[in-house]
């Protein structure tokens, strides 16, 4: 017999947790079941999905390096299996953790790759994202005219998409970016704009970074 795994925080998916920004502890305990599972049961393209979830939560706490070795077997594993699908998000994933771990051009290379792919396939869900996360690797880099080109970029993606929850985010990395340029009325009405638009999900972490942010730029 097959042992179900639970969801973790809430019966939340952990894509939905990717998504929502949620402590990546939960998906830590889900991902590590999931390796035993499928471990034990031979089931190969769940098992690369672990190593990818197991990867992110890794990168996402502070160890990157660790990180990116598991990011990176999990999308080998799936491209060798012939799954592709999730393959722009999961690409985007190890671009961010390179991104963390300061490896610029690796960054920009699978950010790159993710964008392709999404335009090859038309799987274009989390196009808007990739965009803010490369906003994120200019910024990084000392170049916020890049940065904030891709985050305009992003915002006009999610718009198109009526994505609200990836307009939060890339408007969020925007409205910083400016609140650091001192363009604080700027960057309080723009995210005051799409904050506005939410009518639950106030406990998520994207939104109560969006909060917090408008807190600050209120006084």
Same mark, same amino acid.
Not at 41 to 53: D, G, S, T
């Given at each position: 017999m097959i042992r179900r795994i639970g969801y973790p925080a809430r019966s939340c998916s952990p894509r939905t947790g990717w998504f929502v920004g949620l402590e990546p502890k939960s998906i830590f305990q889900y991902a590590d079941e999931l390796l035993v599972l499928t471990t034990e049961h031979r089931i190969e393209h769940f098992r690369m999905l672990a190593f990818?979830?197991?990867?992110?939560?890794?990168?996402v706490s502070g160890h990157a390096e660790e990180?990116?070795?598991?990011?990176?077997?999990?999308?080998?594993?799936?491209?060798e299996d012939g799954f592709m699908?999730?393959?722009?998000?999961?690409?985007?994933?190890?671009?961010?953790?390179?991104?963390?771990?300061?490896?610029?051009?690796?960054?920009?290379?699978?950010l790159a790759e993710a964008q392709h792919f999404a335009e090859q396939t038309?799987?274009?869900?989390?196009?808007?994202?990739?965009?803010?996360?490369?906003?994120?690797v200019f910024l990084g880099l000392g170049d916020p005219a890049a940065a904030e080109a891709s985050y305009h970029e992003a915002?006009?993606?999610? +718009?198109?998409?009526? &994505?609200? =929850?990836? *307009? /939060?985010?890339?408007a969020t990395s925007l409205a910083r970016l400016w609140r650091d340029q001192r363009k604080r009325l700027e960057a309080r009405d723009l995210l005051a704009h799409v904050y506005g638009w939410f009518?639950?999900?106030?406990?998520?972490?994207?939104? +109560?970074?969006?909060? &917090?942010? =408008?807190? *600050? /730029?209120?006084?």
């Amino acid at each position: 017999m097959i042992r179900r795994i639970g969801y973790p925080a809430r019966s939340c998916s952990p894509r939905t947790g990717w998504f929502v920004g949620l402590e990546p502890k939960s998906i830590f305990q889900y991902a590590d079941e999931l390796l035993v599972l499928t471990t034990e049961h031979r089931i190969e393209h769940f098992r690369m999905l672990a190593f990818i979830l197991r990867g992110w939560c890794l990168a996402v706490s502070g160890h990157a390096e660790e990180g990116i070795p598991l990011l990176t077997t999990g999308l080998t594993g799936m491209e060798e299996d012939g799954f592709m699908a999730w393959r722009p998000c999961h690409l985007a994933h190890l671009g961010d953790a390179c991104r963390m771990a300061e490896r610029w051009k690796a960054a920009l290379a699978h950010l790159a790759e993710a964008q392709h792919f999404a335009e090859q396939t038309g799987e274009r869900c989390y196009q808007a994202e990739t965009l803010r996360l490369r906003g994120e690797v200019f910024l990084g880099l000392g170049d916020p005219a890049a940065a904030e080109a891709s985050y305009h970029e992003a915002i006009a993606i999610a +718009q198109q998409q009526s &994505a609200k =929850l990836w *307009e /939060l985010r890339a408007a969020t990395s925007l409205a910083r970016l400016w609140r650091d340029q001192r363009k604080r009325l700027e960057a309080r009405d723009l995210l005051a704009h799409v904050y506005g638009w939410f009518t639950e999900g106030f406990a998520t972490p994207v939104l +109560q970074e969006a909060k &917090a942010l =408008l807190e *600050e /730029l209120a006084t």
